[in-house]
Structures are given as structure tokens and as C-alpha cells.
């Protein structure tokens, strides 16, 4: 199903036709007879592209839906046509008029239409689904597709999470009983809750998990939300993978749920059912961005470097400079030692590119590898320097990134002074409730650098503590927590610290080309059994989870 075209004259309306789009294809993918490819994979395709076979035969698919909708004040028509890509033959179309208040049954008349078309037979529960009008107030469902068309950019931005949140809040604001509204809201609140973990986040993503569990217990949105509530606020990952089959067995085609359900896996430290379920999620979302996204990073994580690096090339192949593709390609490079094809991968990046916060700390990352401090120090300081302000999190990695790179190259005046900014604006977040183990494991590190060696130990033991059940965070966490008795002068239990690491799946941490390249580890040089930790395949990779 290709994004649907906005005809109408205001291009605001182009959420609208974005969201009709979005809810056609979720009663689709209720039909389990039918293979539907989810928005992701679509999402950033022309409505009319001029090489349809060659787009179809990238989705795995033999029949592609085109649409368009224009939207006039209470009007609403929405043309859709079935078409034979290999062909160009229309199997089917069809034009509708209707008020915006008669839109819904629309969507449950063109699922069906499309699977009589495509001879795939419902069940008496599939068909009862394609009728189910989510709200009867036509304000809030405007507001709802606005949601849902944010919903389709992949972001972990916590502003433009916030614009998705808004949007519904204000659906649920204007129909108290919009419960899929109540559980995307649930959704984008619980994933703010991620990045800002303080009880009123907390509290608030469970109140409208509570609404949306009381309005519709058993919809598939509900069962989502329940389980990305459990995934990121109780970190119950046996009950977020229990709530996500609960959601699969209603939308058998959706690959978004089949790769977060790799995610829990892999969170749980079952690596090899995670590489399983991502690696369905990428064949039945083939041009998603967050499929090859998470399926390289697993693959990063049992040092499949090539495969990794084949993974987001796939990705790329689908959106041609996505940063968080980029990023991770260019972690991969430094975490398998390859500098000289990471450096190589630099020079076809754009200079807008290089301006992007989290492409800036890893090309920076790869020339301070390099003991290239100087060109470091130029892409960080340009990306501080941008016209346009960062987001305070991007502020903050930066000026890290920056004042480790000053550090390293000797120069302790600017290093500390940046420092010790850092540290009073994350300290700040830390007192007003924030207690993510991600932000107590950065502002361990700071407290490292700048001597203060009881507090660095206290916050890097909760940062370990607050991931000892997370596969996937846990290693970064033990590194840090090296680093920072490395620092204090345990350089002996640093080095236990870096092999217990070792010995685990590391999305992100300390690998052996890391420790060989990395100057930060230089105190450790000559230290007994650091050596051997530079070793590939030194220490024995178990993956039976977090221990």
C-alpha cells in the first residue's frame, strides 16, 4: 500500500491523507489471508512511482494499493485503485464522497473490496473488525490522524514525540471514549517516560494505559500499548512479549510488532530468538528504517560486523541518508577496528550531514580513534556552533564528546571546563526526578573525569543496577563503570569490569579493536590481563542474558 496522495488545497491536510491511509491499511492488516507491508516500509515511496515493478518486487509483493484524498472543509473523497504491478493492470477501483463524518466506513469498505479482489476469504471476526468505528466525534479523529501521521516518522527526538502525544491528548480531550487515541497516547508518553523517567511521566502514560485497558481491553492498539508500557516503565520484558502476541494474533501482518517482539527478546538477552524475529520483522517490512535499524544492532551485538554493516546498508537503500543508519554504521566501524572503512564511509557524507548531533559524535568518535584530535575537535565545535538550537540532551553528548576529545589531547583546562558545565546541567535533571541509568552512566563518567571518585562509583553502580536485568544496556553500563575505577585507581577491577563485558552480547561497550584504538584507555596499558582483552575472541561470548 503506497502513501496516499494529498490532493487537497491546504497542504496542512497532509496528515489527513496520511491517516486514512494508516487506518485502511490497519484493517488490512487484520486480514489474515493477505500480506500487507507496513507503513514503514512505504512511507517514504512516491504515491505514483514511475518504476512500480521494480518498488513492488523490493516489497515482496505482486499487487500494490494507490490512493488519494482531498479533504474540503467537511468533504472528504478518497480514490483508491488495486493494481498488478508486473502489469500496470487495475484490478479494482473506486471513488467515495462522503462527509467526514461518514468516513470510517469507508475504510472497512475498501479492506473489504481489496481482499474480494484478491479472493482472500474473511473470518467472521475479520469482518466484524472492518466495521468497528473508532470515535463518532469527527474533531478528535482529525486529531487522531494527526497522530498518526507523526506516528510514521521514526524519531526518539522527546520534542516531536511530544507533538505526536499532544495531538492525541487532544483527541481524548474531545471524546473521553476514543480508546485507540488513549492508547497511542499511552504509547508516546510511555516512550517520553524512556528518555525522562520521573513519576509524573510515569503517571501519566499509566492513566491513559488505564483508559485505553478499561474503553477496549482486547484491541490490538491496547494490547501494544500495554506492552511497550511494560518494555519501558516496569521492564517486565515477559509480559511485553505476552502483550505483543496478544497484539499479533489480531494483526498477523504487521512487521512493526513482529521486530518489537525481537526487541523484548533481545532485551531479555535471548539473542538468537531475537535474530529470528528481526530478521522476519525486515521480510515482512522490507524497506523499514527501524527493522534493519535493530536487526544490524543485534547483529552488531554477536560481532557479525559484515552482516551488521549489510543490514543498514539495506536500511540506507530504502532512505538514503537516515541518521540513525548512519550513526550505527559508523559505530560498527569503530567497534570491529575497521577505521579505514569508516573513514572512507565519512568522505561520501554531506556537510549538512556532519551537522547532525549523533553523526558528529561518531565521525568525532572515529578521529579521536585515531589520535586525529584536531578533527575531532572541528566537528564537534561546528555542531555547537549550528545556527539552529540543539535539543538539550544533543547539547549535552556533545559538549561530553567535546570535553573528552580536549581531555585526551592534554588540553585539562578547556576538558574540565566543559566538564563541569556538563555536570551541573545534568545534575539539575538528575535532582528533578530524571533516574534513566542512561543519564546516571553519563554524569558518572563526568563526575570520573573531574576526581570525584565517591560520586562517580555511587551513580555508575546505580546506572548497572538499573540495567542488571537489560541484555541490551547492561554492557555499556559495566563500561562505564570501568572507566570510572579506572579513573578512582581500581585499575584491577576496571580490567574484571571490561571482561565481564566482554563476555556479553555489546550493542554498545568496550570491544577489543575499542580497547586497542580508544585513548581513554590508556591509564590501563601494561595493567595485567588488559592486554589480552585487546585480543578478538579473547573472552568466550555467552548469551544466555544479563547476569
Known amino acids: 500500500m503506497l502513501p496516499f496522495e494529498n490532493l487537497s488545497s491546504d497542504p496542512d491536510n497532509a496528515y489527513f491523507a496520511t491517516g486514512i491511509q494508516d487506518e485502511i491499511l490497519t484493517r488490512l492488516s487484520k486480514i489474515g489471508a493477505l500480506k500487507v507491508i507496513s507503513r514503514t516500509s512505504t512511507m517514504n515511496i512516491a504515491s505514483k512511482p514511475a518504476n512500480l515493478p521494480e518498488i513492488a518486487a523490493m516489497l515482496g509483493v505482486s499487487t500494490v494499493l494507490e490512493g488519494s484524498v482531498q479533504k474540503s472543509g467537511n468533504t472528504v473523497r478518497i480514490n483508491v485503485q488495486l493494481i498488478r504491478a508486473a502489469t500496470d493492470e487495475h484490478l479494482w477501483a473506486e471513488s467515495y464522497d462522503r462527509q467526514l463524518d461518514d468516513v470510517f466506513a469507508v475504510q472497512g469498505e475498501v479492506a473489504r473490496a481489496v481482499a474480494d479482489a484478491l479472493s482472500a476469504a474473511l473470518t467472521g471476526a475479520e469482518s466484524d473488525a472492518l466495521n468497528v468505528a473508532p470515535t463518532t466525534n469527527t474533531k478528535a479523529y482529525e486529531f487522531y490522524l494527526r497522530g498518526l501521521a507523526l506516528e510514521a516518522r521514526y524519531t526518539n527526538v522527546q520534542e516531536e514525540i511530544a507533538e ?90 504487521d512487521g512493526l510488532i513482529v521486530y518489537s517482539m525481537g526487541n523484548v527478546r533481545r532485551r531479555q538477552g535471548r539473542w538468537d530468538d531475537a535474530v529470528a524475529l528481526q530478521q522476519r520483522g525486515t521480510e515482512m517490512d522490507p524497506l523499514a528504517t527501524n527493522t534493519w535499524f535493530n536487526y544490524g544492532m543485534t547483529l552488531r551485538a554477536l560481532r557479525r560486523y559484515d552482516e551488521a554493516q549489510a543490514a543498514f546498508d539495506r536500511g540506507l537503500a530504502a532512505v538514503p541518508g537516515d541518521p540513525e543508519l548512519v550513526i550505527q554504521k559508523l559505530v560498527t566501524f569503530g567497534a570491529s577496528g575497521d577505521l579505514a572503512g569508516g573513514n572512507n564511509y565519512v568522505r561520501t557524507l554531506s556537510a549538512d550531514a556532519l551537522l547532525d548531533p549523533g553523526i558528529a559524535q561518531a565521525v568525532a568518535f572515529g578521529h579521536l580513534l585515531q589520535r586525529d584530535f584536531p578533527a575531532a575537535l572541528a566537528v564537534l565545535e561546528a555542531v555547537l556552533a549550528r545556527a539552529d538550537p540543539l535539543s538539550e540532551r544533543d547539547r549535552n553528548q556533545t559538549q561530553v564528546a567535546l570535553a573528552g576529545v580536549q581531555l585526551a589531547m592534554g588540553d585539562r583546562e578547556a576538558g574540565l571546563a566543559g566538564m563541569r558545565a ?5 545534575q ?57 575505577h579506572m579513573l578512582g585507581g581500581d585499575k584491577a577491577e576496571a580490567v574484571a569490569l571490561i ?47 544479563p547476569r
Open 164 to 253: 505526536r502525544a499532544d495531538a492525541y491528548r487532544k483527541a481524548v480531550e474531545l471524546d473521553a471514549s476514543f480508546a485507540l487515541a488513549w492508547a497511542n497516547l499511552s504509547g508516546a508518553l510511555t516512550e517520553m517516560y524512556f528518555n525522562e523517567r520521573t513519576d509524573a511521566r510515569k503517571a501519566d502514560a499509566r492513566n491513559a494505559l488505564d483508559h485505553a485497558l478499561s474503553l477496549a481491553p482486547e484491541a490490538a492498539e491496547t494490547w501494544s500499548a500495554l506492552a511497550i508500557y511494560r518494555y519501558f516503565v516496569e521492564r517486565d520484558y515477559d509480559g511485553a512479549f505476552e502483550a505483543y502476541s496478544k497484539a499479533l494474533a489480531q494483526r498477523p501482518n
Open 422 to 426: 556538563v555536570r551541573d546541567r545534568l
Open 428 to 484: 539539575s535533571v538528575v535532582d528533578s526526578g530524571n533516574t534513566s541509568p542512561y543519564l546516571l552512566s553519563l554524569l558518572a563518567s563526568v563526575y570520573a573525569e573531574l576526581g570525584d571518585k565517591a560520586t562517580s562509583y555511587r551513580l555508575a553502580n546505580e546506572a548497572v543496577e538499573g540495567l542488571r536485568a537489560d541484555a541490551l544496556g547492561l554492557p555499556g553500563g559495566l563500561e562505564t563503570k570501568a572507566f570510572v
Open 499 to 545: 571482561r565481564q563485558a566482554q563476555s556479553l552480547p555489546m550493542v554498545y561497550g568496550p570491544t577489543p579493536a575499542l580497547l586497542r584504538n580508544d585513548p581513554i584507555w590508556d591509564d590501563l596499558r601494561g595493567e595485567p590481563g588488559f592486554e589480552e582483552l585487546t585480543r578478538d575472541g579473547a573472552v568466550p561470548l555467552q548469551t544466555g542474558g
